[in-house]
């Protein structure tokens, strides 16, 4: 039967993290002590395993599934936002049709989850949940209310500055990625160890949306703009590591 | 031109609400002839249960077909951990794939596993081997790279009747391997 097999990609493998993510133990955020292996990681290479990657969700996701407002019989309350950008590789090209997996708290602060005690109130007309496909130039929208901020038990006075949860897939098993959407400016920046985790500030600045008018939409909705750049694809040739 | 990747951000405790609207633990229906249950339990460095883990699949067809867009198997599944830690899916076994470097070595069946979860910042990663599958297992070069083998052996699931036990161990003395992809 191997030979009906298809033979893997020539193209090289996918670059490994020059820094730009946060270790698996940072003290400061406590769930991750008892959560971070403590044995070193083993190198893989990229093989087919690898470089391939689940194609989901074509056909299955809704034409209003990107419209958080529009889940329920009300609109939800809250500062209505619109939420877009482009998913790009590190060259700058886009991920096409990618699906893109999204959840976040209502505009008091409150997940609609039971796992959440918040005392904050829940929006009988927001669910907090989204998702999509990329265009052909990478471009998503979610239109959304802005996420409040919410108090956690990880310290003492601990609030998680407003974010939305981004879930993105890429073209392969190895571009698997799920990272937060900060709002520019948040004052709590400097408090959260979850942002802070990642060392590098070029690359925590990464993770903040930028205010665009452009986006804004008068007498309806701010608009955000978020582009998120998954890993690169190595330069040196698959080939070139036997 | 390099733009730096956008850095991983945990799931946190309530991605129930965005990744687990759809039930994807079935990669194939229960009654598929070759279907298996596959099972296990998440802990911390503990030893206590993950109740908040999400553990996401990836594998090939049993023939090792990597799934094109028009395929009906997907080879993609994932499952949400319930309140004592344990998941659950249910496939099929993939067939060997090339290895490293292209068609001359070929891997042992395995499954690539995501492993994500309130306080992990990235995901882990691990694969899935086979406890029937001595002989593909021995000429695996992934698995031959790992030195120790009692830490080479957290990657053979346990067979039981009608499927397969496989755990996954955070921490610790027992921690599963993990792998920097």
């Given at each position: 039967?191997r030979?009906?097999?298809?033979?893997?990609?020539?193209?090289?493998?996918?670059?490994?993290d020059?820094g730009d993510?946060p270790?698996?133990l940072?003290?400061?955020y406590?769930?991750t002590?008892?959560?971070?292996?403590?044995r070193?990681?083993?190198?893989?290479?990229?093989t087919?395993?690898?470089?391939t990657?689940?194609?989901?969700?074509?056909?299955?996701?809704?034409?209003?599934?990107?419209?958080?407002t529009r889940?329920?019989?009300?609109?939800?309350l809250g500062?209505r936002?619109?939420?877009?950008?482009?998913?790009?590789?590190?060259?700058?090209?886009?991920?096409?049709?990618?699906l893109i997996e999204?959840?976040?708290a209502?505009?008091?602060?409150r997940?609609?989850?039971?796992?959440?005690?918040?005392?904050?109130?829940?929006?009988?007309?927001?669910?907090?949940a989204?998702?999509?496909?990329?265009?052909?130039?990478g471009?998503?929208?979610?239109?959304t209310?802005?996420?409040?901020?919410y108090?956690?038990?990880?310290?003492?006075?601990?609030?998680r500055?407003?974010?939305?949860?981004f879930?993105?897939?890429?073209p392969?098993?190895?571009?698997?990625l799920?990272?937060?959407?900060?709002f520019?400016?948040?004052p709590?920046?400097e408090?959260?160890?979850?942002f802070?985790?990642?060392?590098?500030?070029?690359?925590?600045?990464?993770?903040?949306?930028?205010?665009?008018?452009?986006?804004t939409?008068?007498e309806?909705?701010?608009?955000?703009?978020?582009?998120?750049?998954?890993?690169d694809?190595?330069?040196?040739?698959?080939?070139?590591?036997? | 031109?390099?733009?730096?990747?956008?850095p991983?951000?945990?799931?946190?405790?309530?991605?129930?609400?965005g990744?687990?609207?759809?039930?994807?633990?079935?990669?194939v229906?229960?009654?598929?002839?070759s279907a298996?249950?596959?099972?296990?339990?998440?802990y911390?460095?503990?030893g206590d249960?993950?109740?908040?883990?999400?553990?996401?699949?990836?594998?090939?067809d049993?023939?090792?077909?990597?799934?094109?867009p028009?395929?009906?198997?997907?080879?993609?599944?994932?499952?949400?951990?319930?309140?004592?830690?344990?998941f659950?899916?249910?496939?099929?076994?993939?067939?060997?794939?090339?290895?490293?470097g292209?068609?001359e070595?070929?891997?042992?069946?395995?499954?690539?596993?995501?492993?994500?979860a309130?306080?992990?910042?990235?995901?882990?990663?691990?694969?899935?081997?086979?406890?029937?599958?001595?002989?593909?297992?021995?000429?695996?070069?992934?698995?031959?790279s790992?030195e120790?083998?009692?830490?080479?052996?957290?990657?053979i699931?346990?067979?039981e009747?009608?499927?397969?036990?496989f755990?996954?161990?955070?921490?610790?003395?027992?921690?599963?391997?993990?792998f920097?992809?």
């Open positions: 039967m030979e009906d097999r298809i033979s893997p990609p020539q193209s090289g493998g996918y670059r490994r020059a993510h270790p698996y940072y003290p400061e406590g769930s002590r008892l959560r971070a292996p403590d070193p990681l083993v190198i893989l290479p990229h087919l395993s690898e470089l990657g689940p194609v989901y969700g074509h056909g299955r996701v809704g034409e209003l599934d990107n419209d958080l889940q329920h019989s009300g609109e939800p500062e936002i619109i939420v877009t950008g482009r998913v790009l590789d590190g060259d700058g090209r886009p991920v096409r049709n990618s999204v959840w976040q209502n505009a008091a602060g997940y609609a989850h039971h796992g959440d005690r918040h005392p904050a109130p829940l929006d009988p007309n927001f669910t907090g989204g998702r999509c496909l990329t265009d052909g130039e471009r998503y929208r979610f239109i209310v802005k996420p409040g901020a108090p956690w038990k990880n310290h003492d006075n601990a609030w500055p407003a974010h939305i949860h879930s993105l897939f890429g392969a098993f190895a571009t698997r799920v990272t937060q959407m900060y520019p400016g948040d709590l920046f408090h959260d160890p979850v802070q985790s990642v060392s590098d500030p070029k690359a925590r600045q990464r993770l903040v949306s930028r205010f665009d008018l452009e986006t939409e008068p309806w909705a701010l608009g955000y703009n978020f582009n998120i750049v998954l890993r694809r190595d330069a040196t040739p698959m080939e070139d590591h036997k | 031109m390099n733009l730096g990747s956008t991983s951000q945990t799931v946190g405790p309530f991605f129930h609400l990744l687990l609207r759809e039930d994807w633990s079935r990669l229906d229960l009654d598929h002839p298996f249950r596959i099972h296990g339990t998440v911390d460095g503990a249960p993950v109740p908040d883990a999400m553990l996401e699949l990836w594998q090939a049993a023939t090792g077909r990597y799934a094109h028009e395929d009906v198997f997907t080879g993609f599944g994932r499952c949400g951990a319930d309140g004592a830690g344990r659950e899916f249910v496939t099929v076994k993939p067939g060997s794939v090339p290895g490293p292209g068609g070595s070929w891997q042992a069946p395995h499954i690539n596993v995501s492993v994500f309130r306080g992990l910042l990235k995901r882990l990663i691990t694969r899935v081997y086979f406890p029937d599958e001595d002989e593909a297992n021995a000429a695996d070069p992934v698995l031959a790992i120790d083998p009692d830490f080479r052996a957290t990657l699931a346990h067979a009747d009608g499927g397969y036990i755990d996954v161990h955070l921490q610790g003395d027992r921690q599963t391997v993990f920097d992809v």
